[in-house]
């Protein structure tokens, strides 16, 4: 299982499925195709798009992902991931806490409840160039072999 932030008011907004429709969706999912995965599930901390006062994505507030939390906890109960990777550090704030250390370059599972954890950057951080998308690959490539290793796709 994936979880982002939110719909991009471009992609899962307008599309109404999570990563699809823009270029943020268009890296995961390429990612995704080249380790393999069979079976994603792809959701996010909050269903709605939260927006500035000029119309552009922003972060949602702490009070907009409580307001979603059930939805998130039950798609989390259907689907019964092995691994829960969180695209980004709000999302990892929120499934594994502020005490856990976001840091994706030297990503490790972590075991918060019942949930194995992966910390990843979101794909719209590397989109910005904020980090190079060779290093990405090469977090998937940890990914999928963690998973290899361990959860067996």
Not at 24 to 45: D, H, P, V, Y
Not at 100 to 125: D, T
Request: aromatic share 12%.
């Amino acid at each position: 299982m994936f979880v982002g932030i939110a719909p991009g008011r471009f992609g899962g907004d307008r599309t109404g499925r999570p990563f699809n429709g823009d270029r943020s969706g268009k890296l995961l999912w390429e990612m995704i195709q080249r380790c393999g995965f069979a079976r994603t599930f792809i959701t996010n901390l909050v269903r709605c798009n939260p927006r500035d006062a000029a119309g552009r994505n922003r972060d949602p507030t702490a009070d907009e992902i409580q307001r979603c939390r059930s939805h998130l906890q039950a798609e989390i109960a259907l689907a019964r991931p092995r691994i829960v990777v969180c695209l980004g550090r709000l999302a990892w704030r929120y499934l594994a806490g502020r005490s856990v250390s976001f840091n994706p370059r030297r990503a490790e599972p972590v075991k918060i409840g019942h949930l194995l954890l992966f910390p990843m950057y979101h794909p719209a951080y590397v989109n910005r160039g904020a980090y190079p998308r060779r290093s990405y690959l090469n977090d998937f490539d940890r990914l999928s072999g963690f998973v290899r290793r361990f959860v067996s796709v």
